[in-house]
DNA sequence: TTACACATACCGACTGGTTAGTCTGGCGCT
DNA sequence: AGCGCCAGACTAACCAGTCGGTATGTGTAA
Protein backbone atom coordinates (compact mmCIF):
# COMPACT_ATOMS: atom_id res chain seq x y z
CA UNK A 1 0.00 0.00 0.00
CA UNK A 2 1.41 3.44 -1.40
CA UNK A 3 1.72 6.19 1.85
CA UNK A 4 -1.18 8.26 -0.15
CA UNK A 5 -3.14 7.48 2.98
CA UNK A 6 -1.91 6.85 5.64
CA UNK A 7 -3.90 7.61 8.87
CA UNK A 8 -6.86 9.06 6.74
CA UNK A 9 -8.59 8.12 4.08
CA UNK A 10 -8.15 9.88 1.67
CA UNK A 11 -5.29 10.69 -1.02
CA UNK A 12 -2.64 12.88 0.16
CA UNK A 13 -3.40 15.31 -2.74
CA UNK A 14 -6.79 15.63 -2.27
CA UNK A 15 -6.02 16.24 1.72
CA UNK A 16 -3.96 19.11 0.81
CA UNK A 17 -5.95 20.98 -1.78
CA UNK A 18 -8.95 20.62 0.44
CA UNK A 19 -7.04 22.23 3.28
CA UNK A 20 -5.80 25.05 1.20
CA UNK A 21 -9.00 25.54 -0.10
CA UNK A 22 -10.44 26.35 3.96
CA UNK A 23 -7.12 27.93 4.71
CA UNK A 24 -7.22 30.27 1.92
CA UNK A 25 -10.77 31.27 2.21
CA UNK A 26 -10.67 31.72 6.05
CA UNK A 27 -7.49 34.30 5.97
CA UNK A 28 -6.24 34.75 2.36
CA UNK A 29 -4.01 33.06 0.21
CA UNK A 30 -1.04 35.39 1.27
CA UNK A 31 -1.66 35.13 4.48
CA UNK A 32 -1.58 31.37 4.65
CA UNK A 33 2.37 29.81 4.97
CA UNK A 34 2.40 26.58 3.17
CA UNK A 35 3.59 25.33 6.85
CA UNK A 36 -0.09 25.60 7.43
CA UNK A 37 -1.41 24.09 4.86
CA UNK A 38 0.82 20.94 5.04
CA UNK A 39 -0.19 20.42 8.86
CA UNK A 40 -3.54 20.84 8.28
CA UNK A 41 -3.22 18.02 6.14
CA UNK A 42 -0.87 16.14 8.44
CA UNK A 43 1.94 15.49 6.23
CA UNK A 44 4.73 17.88 5.62
CA UNK A 45 6.45 20.43 3.00
CA UNK A 46 8.10 17.57 1.26
CA UNK A 47 4.67 15.72 0.16
CA UNK A 48 3.14 19.19 -0.88
CA UNK A 49 6.33 20.35 -3.04
CA UNK A 50 6.01 16.70 -4.35
CA UNK A 51 2.23 16.77 -6.02
CA UNK A 52 2.59 20.65 -6.77
CA UNK A 53 5.18 22.78 -8.23
CA UNK A 54 4.56 25.54 -6.29
CA UNK A 55 2.00 27.14 -3.81
CA UNK A 56 1.02 29.41 -6.42
CA UNK A 57 0.07 25.48 -8.36
CA UNK A 58 -1.91 24.78 -5.41
CA UNK A 59 -4.73 27.99 -5.79
CA UNK A 60 -4.33 27.58 -9.54
CA UNK A 61 -5.84 23.63 -8.67
CA UNK A 62 -8.98 25.37 -6.91
CA UNK A 63 -9.67 27.32 -9.75
CA UNK A 64 -9.82 24.76 -12.36
CA UNK A 65 -12.00 22.77 -10.38
CA UNK A 66 -14.68 25.49 -9.43
CA UNK A 67 -14.35 26.58 -13.48
CA UNK A 68 -14.80 23.13 -14.40
CA UNK A 69 -17.96 22.45 -12.32
CA UNK A 70 -19.52 25.42 -13.36
CA UNK A 71 -18.64 25.71 -17.04
CA UNK A 72 -20.37 22.07 -16.96
CA UNK A 73 -23.48 23.02 -15.55
CA UNK A 74 -24.18 25.85 -17.53
CA UNK A 75 -23.53 24.06 -20.84
CA UNK A 76 -26.23 21.32 -19.41
CA UNK A 77 -28.73 24.09 -18.12
CA UNK A 78 -28.43 26.00 -21.82
CA UNK A 79 -28.72 23.09 -23.94
CA UNK A 80 -31.96 21.92 -22.43
CA UNK A 81 -34.90 21.47 -24.41
CA UNK A 82 -36.41 24.25 -22.88
CA UNK A 83 -38.10 27.74 -24.12
CA UNK A 84 -34.97 30.38 -23.69
CA UNK A 85 -36.43 31.66 -20.16
CA UNK A 86 -36.80 29.00 -18.57
CA UNK A 87 -33.20 28.29 -19.66
CA UNK A 88 -32.07 31.32 -18.51
CA UNK A 89 -33.76 31.14 -15.27
CA UNK A 90 -32.45 27.89 -14.66
CA UNK A 91 -29.03 28.11 -15.37
CA UNK A 92 -29.10 31.72 -13.21
CA UNK A 93 -30.55 29.99 -10.37
CA UNK A 94 -28.39 27.18 -10.82
CA UNK A 95 -25.34 29.19 -10.25
CA UNK A 96 -26.43 30.65 -7.33
CA UNK A 97 -27.03 27.53 -5.65
CA UNK A 98 -23.39 26.26 -6.38
CA UNK A 99 -22.15 28.56 -5.58
CA UNK A 100 -23.11 28.74 -2.01
CA UNK A 101 -22.78 25.12 -1.49
CA UNK A 102 -19.14 26.13 -2.65
CA UNK A 103 -18.85 29.41 -0.50
CA UNK A 104 -14.78 29.07 0.14
CA UNK A 105 -14.05 28.23 -3.17
CA UNK A 106 -16.08 31.35 -4.45
CA UNK A 107 -14.78 33.48 -2.04
CA UNK A 108 -11.08 32.54 -2.80
CA UNK A 109 -12.10 32.59 -6.42
CA UNK A 110 -13.29 36.29 -6.06
CA UNK A 111 -10.74 37.40 -3.94
CA UNK A 112 -7.27 35.69 -5.05
CA UNK A 113 -7.30 36.01 -8.65
CA UNK A 114 -4.38 38.67 -8.58
CA UNK A 115 -2.64 36.14 -6.74
CA UNK A 116 -1.89 33.81 -9.98
CA UNK A 117 1.28 33.97 -11.90
CA UNK A 118 0.17 36.26 -15.01
CA UNK A 119 0.14 33.16 -16.87
CA UNK A 120 -2.14 30.80 -14.98
CA UNK A 121 -3.87 34.43 -14.46
CA UNK A 122 -4.19 34.69 -18.01
CA UNK A 123 -5.62 30.83 -18.47
CA UNK A 124 -8.36 31.30 -15.65
CA UNK A 125 -9.22 34.16 -17.45
CA UNK A 126 -9.73 33.28 -20.76
CA UNK A 127 -12.15 30.14 -19.28
CA UNK A 128 -13.93 32.94 -17.47
CA UNK A 129 -14.93 34.40 -20.73
CA UNK A 130 -15.89 31.25 -22.34
CA UNK A 131 -18.64 30.64 -19.25
CA UNK A 132 -20.07 34.50 -19.57
CA UNK A 133 -20.02 34.41 -23.16
CA UNK A 134 -22.20 31.35 -23.64
CA UNK A 135 -24.15 32.82 -20.40
CA UNK A 136 -24.27 35.70 -22.66
CA UNK A 137 -25.46 34.01 -25.99
CA UNK A 138 -28.50 32.62 -24.23
CA UNK A 139 -29.60 36.25 -22.99
CA UNK A 140 -29.32 37.46 -26.79
CA UNK A 141 -30.96 34.81 -28.25
CA UNK A 142 -33.62 35.52 -26.05
CA UNK A 143 -33.55 39.18 -26.41
CA UNK A 144 -33.28 38.19 -30.43
CA UNK A 145 -36.51 36.00 -29.94
CA UNK A 146 -38.75 39.28 -28.36
CA UNK A 147 -39.30 37.45 -24.89
CA UNK A 148 -36.49 39.75 -22.91
CA UNK A 149 -36.01 43.36 -23.26
CA UNK A 150 -33.38 44.65 -25.18
CA UNK A 151 -32.74 48.25 -23.72
CA UNK A 152 -29.55 47.17 -21.48
CA UNK A 153 -26.64 45.47 -23.74
CA UNK A 154 -26.55 41.51 -22.90
CA UNK A 155 -22.81 42.33 -21.61
CA UNK A 156 -23.95 44.18 -19.25
CA UNK A 157 -26.71 42.13 -18.02
CA UNK A 158 -24.77 38.90 -17.44
CA UNK A 159 -22.06 41.18 -15.20
CA UNK A 160 -25.21 42.71 -13.39
CA UNK A 161 -26.28 38.98 -12.45
CA UNK A 162 -22.99 37.46 -12.05
CA UNK A 163 -22.12 40.70 -9.30
CA UNK A 164 -24.60 39.38 -7.65
CA UNK A 165 -23.00 35.93 -7.48
CA UNK A 166 -19.65 36.87 -6.52
CA UNK A 167 -20.81 39.34 -3.62
CA UNK A 168 -22.51 35.89 -2.06
CA UNK A 169 -19.75 34.96 0.10
CA UNK A 170 -20.04 38.16 1.45
CA UNK A 171 -22.71 38.49 2.61
CA UNK A 172 -24.70 34.82 2.70
CA UNK A 173 -24.60 33.21 6.06
CA UNK A 174 -25.33 29.76 5.89
CA UNK A 175 -27.28 30.18 8.94
CA UNK A 176 -29.50 33.14 7.91
CA UNK A 177 -33.19 32.57 7.36
CA UNK A 178 -32.99 31.94 3.36
CA UNK A 179 -31.43 28.47 1.85
CA UNK A 180 -29.47 28.16 -1.06
CA UNK A 181 -32.39 27.49 -3.02
CA UNK A 182 -34.96 30.17 -2.01
CA UNK A 183 -31.94 32.83 -2.54
CA UNK A 184 -31.22 31.58 -6.06
CA UNK A 185 -35.00 31.46 -6.60
CA UNK A 186 -35.18 35.23 -5.52
CA UNK A 187 -31.80 36.40 -7.61
CA UNK A 188 -33.15 34.40 -10.59
CA UNK A 189 -36.66 35.99 -10.52
CA UNK A 190 -34.82 39.70 -10.29
CA UNK A 191 -32.74 38.89 -13.38
CA UNK A 192 -35.96 37.50 -15.28
CA UNK A 193 -38.27 40.81 -13.85
CA UNK A 194 -35.38 42.99 -15.38
CA UNK A 195 -35.58 41.78 -18.61
CA UNK A 196 -39.10 41.47 -19.21
CA UNK A 197 -40.09 43.35 -22.15
CA UNK B 1 8.42 76.56 5.84
CA UNK B 2 7.98 72.88 7.02
CA UNK B 3 9.17 70.24 5.25
CA UNK B 4 5.76 68.63 4.45
CA UNK B 5 6.19 69.91 0.57
CA UNK B 6 9.34 69.21 -0.51
CA UNK B 7 9.93 69.06 -4.26
CA UNK B 8 6.44 68.47 -4.94
CA UNK B 9 3.49 70.50 -4.17
CA UNK B 10 1.24 68.02 -2.24
CA UNK B 11 2.16 67.61 1.50
CA UNK B 12 3.76 64.02 2.26
CA UNK B 13 0.73 62.15 4.05
CA UNK B 14 -1.38 62.62 0.82
CA UNK B 15 1.41 61.33 -1.34
CA UNK B 16 1.40 58.74 0.84
CA UNK B 17 -2.27 58.03 0.81
CA UNK B 18 -2.25 57.92 -3.07
CA UNK B 19 0.86 55.94 -3.48
CA UNK B 20 -0.51 53.37 -1.42
CA UNK B 21 -3.81 53.57 -2.80
CA UNK B 22 -2.63 52.61 -6.40
CA UNK B 23 -0.34 50.06 -4.83
CA UNK B 24 -2.81 48.52 -3.41
CA UNK B 25 -4.74 47.87 -5.97
CA UNK B 26 -2.87 46.85 -8.24
CA UNK B 27 -0.57 44.39 -6.28
CA UNK B 28 -2.89 43.97 -3.17
CA UNK B 29 -2.03 44.73 0.43
CA UNK B 30 0.44 41.86 1.32
CA UNK B 31 2.16 42.15 -1.94
CA UNK B 32 2.73 45.45 -1.65
CA UNK B 33 5.92 46.69 0.86
CA UNK B 34 6.10 49.55 2.95
CA UNK B 35 9.18 50.37 0.92
CA UNK B 36 7.55 50.05 -1.92
CA UNK B 37 4.90 53.03 -0.88
CA UNK B 38 7.84 55.15 0.52
CA UNK B 39 9.23 54.52 -2.48
CA UNK B 40 7.16 55.72 -4.66
CA UNK B 41 5.83 58.69 -2.48
CA UNK B 42 9.52 60.05 -2.56
CA UNK B 43 9.77 59.62 1.11
CA UNK B 44 11.50 57.12 3.74
CA UNK B 45 9.96 54.76 6.29
CA UNK B 46 10.64 57.52 8.68
CA UNK B 47 8.07 59.65 7.25
CA UNK B 48 5.52 57.03 6.86
CA UNK B 49 5.73 56.04 10.77
CA UNK B 50 5.68 59.41 11.41
CA UNK B 51 2.24 60.13 10.37
CA UNK B 52 0.31 56.46 10.41
CA UNK B 53 0.88 54.53 13.18
CA UNK B 54 1.16 51.04 10.69
CA UNK B 55 0.85 49.37 7.20
CA UNK B 56 -2.75 48.68 8.28
CA UNK B 57 -3.60 52.16 9.26
CA UNK B 58 -3.04 53.64 5.83
CA UNK B 59 -5.40 50.89 5.03
CA UNK B 60 -8.06 51.91 6.97
CA UNK B 61 -7.53 55.66 6.19
CA UNK B 62 -8.53 54.25 2.33
CA UNK B 63 -11.82 52.58 3.55
CA UNK B 64 -12.83 55.62 5.73
CA UNK B 65 -12.61 57.88 2.92
CA UNK B 66 -14.59 55.71 0.24
CA UNK B 67 -17.13 55.40 3.36
CA UNK B 68 -17.77 59.00 4.02
CA UNK B 69 -18.12 59.82 0.41
CA UNK B 70 -20.59 57.67 -0.79
CA UNK B 71 -22.93 58.02 2.60
CA UNK B 72 -22.96 61.46 2.08
CA UNK B 73 -23.79 61.29 -1.33
CA UNK B 74 -26.63 58.43 0.08
CA UNK B 75 -27.78 60.71 2.05
CA UNK B 76 -28.43 63.48 -0.25
CA UNK B 77 -30.25 61.79 -2.95
CA UNK B 78 -32.52 59.44 -0.33
CA UNK B 79 -33.31 62.71 1.38
CA UNK B 80 -34.17 64.92 -1.61
CA UNK B 81 -37.48 66.10 -2.25
CA UNK B 82 -38.59 63.39 -5.31
CA UNK B 83 -40.90 60.61 -5.48
CA UNK B 84 -39.14 57.47 -4.32
CA UNK B 85 -38.66 55.52 -7.33
CA UNK B 86 -36.72 58.54 -8.87
CA UNK B 87 -34.19 59.04 -4.97
CA UNK B 88 -33.93 55.04 -6.07
CA UNK B 89 -32.90 55.61 -9.35
CA UNK B 90 -30.38 58.41 -8.72
CA UNK B 91 -28.76 56.81 -5.82
CA UNK B 92 -28.27 53.46 -7.45
CA UNK B 93 -27.09 55.46 -10.70
CA UNK B 94 -24.97 57.83 -8.44
CA UNK B 95 -22.87 54.70 -6.99
CA UNK B 96 -21.99 53.07 -9.78
CA UNK B 97 -20.80 56.82 -11.03
CA UNK B 98 -18.68 57.76 -8.26
CA UNK B 99 -17.01 53.81 -7.89
CA UNK B 100 -16.21 53.62 -11.43
CA UNK B 101 -14.16 56.86 -10.66
CA UNK B 102 -12.40 55.96 -7.64
CA UNK B 103 -12.29 51.85 -9.01
CA UNK B 104 -8.60 51.96 -7.04
CA UNK B 105 -10.18 52.41 -3.74
CA UNK B 106 -13.36 49.76 -5.19
CA UNK B 107 -11.07 47.17 -5.74
CA UNK B 108 -9.48 47.64 -2.34
CA UNK B 109 -12.35 48.10 -0.56
CA UNK B 110 -13.74 44.79 -1.97
CA UNK B 111 -10.91 42.42 -1.85
CA UNK B 112 -8.94 43.80 1.21
CA UNK B 113 -11.40 43.97 4.07
CA UNK B 114 -10.22 40.90 5.85
CA UNK B 115 -6.38 42.60 6.00
CA UNK B 116 -7.92 45.07 8.53
CA UNK B 117 -7.25 44.33 12.14
CA UNK B 118 -10.37 42.81 13.79
CA UNK B 119 -11.36 46.28 15.56
CA UNK B 120 -10.91 48.01 12.27
CA UNK B 121 -12.63 45.53 10.36
CA UNK B 122 -15.47 45.81 12.83
CA UNK B 123 -15.80 49.28 12.55
CA UNK B 124 -15.89 49.32 8.76
CA UNK B 125 -18.63 46.99 9.16
CA UNK B 126 -20.70 49.06 11.33
CA UNK B 127 -20.46 51.99 8.72
CA UNK B 128 -21.10 49.74 5.72
CA UNK B 129 -24.33 48.15 7.66
CA UNK B 130 -25.94 51.78 7.92
CA UNK B 131 -25.16 52.05 4.25
CA UNK B 132 -27.13 49.43 3.49
CA UNK B 133 -29.91 50.31 5.95
CA UNK B 134 -30.49 53.65 4.13
CA UNK B 135 -30.69 51.99 1.18
CA UNK B 136 -32.70 49.05 1.58
CA UNK B 137 -34.73 51.89 3.84
CA UNK B 138 -35.52 53.46 -0.18
CA UNK B 139 -36.61 49.61 -1.13
CA UNK B 140 -39.09 49.18 1.30
CA UNK B 141 -40.43 52.59 1.34
CA UNK B 142 -41.44 51.93 -2.43
CA UNK B 143 -42.40 48.75 -1.41
CA UNK B 144 -45.10 49.94 0.93
CA UNK B 145 -45.98 52.82 -1.09
CA UNK B 146 -46.98 50.39 -3.74
CA UNK B 147 -44.83 51.40 -6.35
CA UNK B 148 -42.09 48.54 -6.26
CA UNK B 149 -42.95 44.94 -6.02
CA UNK B 150 -42.78 42.94 -2.73
CA UNK B 151 -41.60 39.73 -4.10
CA UNK B 152 -38.23 39.74 -3.56
CA UNK B 153 -37.60 40.99 0.31
CA UNK B 154 -35.05 44.27 0.03
CA UNK B 155 -32.67 43.15 2.00
CA UNK B 156 -31.60 40.65 -1.17
CA UNK B 157 -32.73 43.25 -3.83
CA UNK B 158 -29.91 45.66 -2.22
CA UNK B 159 -27.16 42.88 -2.09
CA UNK B 160 -28.19 42.28 -6.04
CA UNK B 161 -27.42 45.90 -6.69
CA UNK B 162 -24.43 46.03 -4.65
CA UNK B 163 -23.35 42.51 -6.40
CA UNK B 164 -23.46 44.46 -9.60
CA UNK B 165 -21.43 47.45 -7.84
CA UNK B 166 -18.79 45.79 -6.42
CA UNK B 167 -18.53 43.90 -9.38
CA UNK B 168 -17.88 46.91 -11.57
CA UNK B 169 -13.71 46.51 -10.35
CA UNK B 170 -13.39 42.80 -12.12
CA UNK B 171 -15.05 44.17 -15.70
CA UNK B 172 -15.31 47.80 -15.91
CA UNK B 173 -12.45 49.37 -18.18
CA UNK B 174 -12.00 52.91 -18.88
CA UNK B 175 -11.09 52.72 -22.33
CA UNK B 176 -14.52 50.41 -23.33
CA UNK B 177 -17.43 51.59 -24.88
CA UNK B 178 -19.25 52.51 -22.15
CA UNK B 179 -18.96 55.66 -19.90
CA UNK B 180 -19.31 55.58 -16.25
CA UNK B 181 -22.48 57.31 -16.77
CA UNK B 182 -24.40 54.93 -19.30
CA UNK B 183 -23.13 52.18 -17.15
CA UNK B 184 -24.66 53.74 -14.30
CA UNK B 185 -28.16 55.05 -16.10
CA UNK B 186 -28.42 50.73 -17.59
CA UNK B 187 -27.50 49.05 -14.02
CA UNK B 188 -30.05 52.03 -12.47
CA UNK B 189 -32.60 50.54 -15.02
CA UNK B 190 -32.23 47.03 -14.51
CA UNK B 191 -32.65 47.63 -10.84
CA UNK B 192 -35.75 49.81 -10.89
CA UNK B 193 -36.95 47.56 -13.91
CA UNK B 194 -37.08 44.54 -11.43
CA UNK B 195 -38.78 45.78 -8.89
CA UNK B 196 -41.25 47.21 -10.95
CA UNK B 197 -44.40 45.56 -9.47
C1' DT C 1 17.79 91.31 18.04
C1' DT C 2 20.00 87.81 19.61
C1' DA C 3 20.25 83.36 21.99
C1' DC C 4 18.60 79.37 23.68
C1' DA C 5 14.84 75.75 24.21
C1' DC C 6 11.85 72.92 22.17
C1' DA C 7 8.91 70.77 18.62
C1' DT C 8 7.96 69.10 14.12
C1' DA C 9 9.33 66.64 10.04
C1' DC C 10 11.99 63.41 8.27
C1' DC C 11 16.22 60.05 7.30
C1' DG C 12 18.05 55.34 6.86
C1' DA C 13 20.52 51.60 9.04
C1' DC C 14 19.16 47.90 11.80
C1' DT C 15 16.52 43.91 14.10
C1' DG C 16 13.87 40.00 14.90
C1' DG C 17 10.98 37.25 12.70
C1' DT C 18 8.78 34.85 8.77
C1' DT C 19 8.60 32.62 4.26
C1' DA C 20 8.69 29.76 -0.14
C1' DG C 21 11.16 26.53 -1.89
C1' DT C 22 15.38 23.01 -1.89
C1' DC C 23 17.81 18.96 -0.80
C1' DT C 24 19.46 14.91 1.14
C1' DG C 25 18.14 10.84 2.68
C1' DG C 26 15.24 6.87 3.99
C1' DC C 27 11.17 3.70 4.00
C1' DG C 28 8.38 0.27 1.83
C1' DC C 29 6.61 -1.83 -2.18
C1' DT C 30 7.43 -4.33 -6.53
C1' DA D 1 17.72 -2.53 -6.51
C1' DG D 2 14.94 0.72 -8.16
C1' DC D 3 11.32 3.91 -7.77
C1' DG D 4 7.43 6.42 -5.94
C1' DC D 5 6.48 8.75 -1.75
C1' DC D 6 7.56 11.52 1.75
C1' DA D 7 10.31 13.63 6.14
C1' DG D 8 12.42 17.63 8.01
C1' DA D 9 16.44 20.47 8.38
C1' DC D 10 18.18 24.20 5.81
C1' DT D 11 18.77 28.58 3.02
C1' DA D 12 18.39 32.89 0.98
C1' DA D 13 15.38 36.53 0.71
C1' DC D 14 12.22 39.68 2.43
C1' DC D 15 9.56 42.61 5.51
C1' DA D 16 7.17 45.57 9.25
C1' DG D 17 8.45 48.29 12.46
C1' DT D 18 12.18 50.74 15.59
C1' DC D 19 15.41 54.04 16.87
C1' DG D 20 19.04 57.28 17.22
C1' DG D 21 20.10 61.14 14.70
C1' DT D 22 19.65 65.64 11.81
C1' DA D 23 17.65 69.76 10.01
C1' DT D 24 14.42 73.32 10.02
C1' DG D 25 11.20 76.26 12.13
C1' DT D 26 8.74 78.62 16.36
C1' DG D 27 8.19 80.62 20.83
C1' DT D 28 10.32 83.24 24.53
C1' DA D 29 12.97 86.08 27.23
C1' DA D 30 17.10 88.96 27.99
Chains 1, 2 share one sequence.
Do not use: C
Amino acid sequence: MPRTTDGDGTPVPQRLLAAATRLFAEQGYDRTSVQEIVEAAGVTKGALYHYFGSKDDLLHEVYARVLRLQQERLDTFADADEPVAKRLRDAAADVVVTTIENLDDASIFFRSMHHLSPEKNKQVRAERRRYHERFRALVEEGQKEGVFSTETPADLVVDYHFGSVHHLSTWYRPDGPLTPQQVADHLADLLLRALRP
